[in-house]
């Protein structure tokens, strides 16, 4: 169980990494004082999708963070 959980930790956190770095950047540093109009805006299609896998993976990570860390407090 701890071999899987640290594949878990180790992996997720990869994939996170990963799924940050591919991510667009928003608006500009400019966009922010104003020299753009549109400062916030919708996602859609693959910036959409692979932002809530983002979501999934932290999620995950910290989970099996958690998990990590209560099993041997508990005896398991």
Known sequence: MDTALQIAIV????????AILLQQR????GAGFGSSGELF?????????LFEFTIIVAVVFVLSILASLLLPALGA
Not at 11 to 18: A, D, E, V, W
Not at 26 to 29: C, I, M, R, T
Not at 42 to 48: F, H, N, P, Y
């Open 26 to 29: 928003g608006a500009s540093l």
């Open 41 to 49: 805006t919708s996602r859609r299609g693959i910036d959409k999708n």
């Open 11 to 18: 992996g997720s956190g990869i994939l996170m990494t990963t």
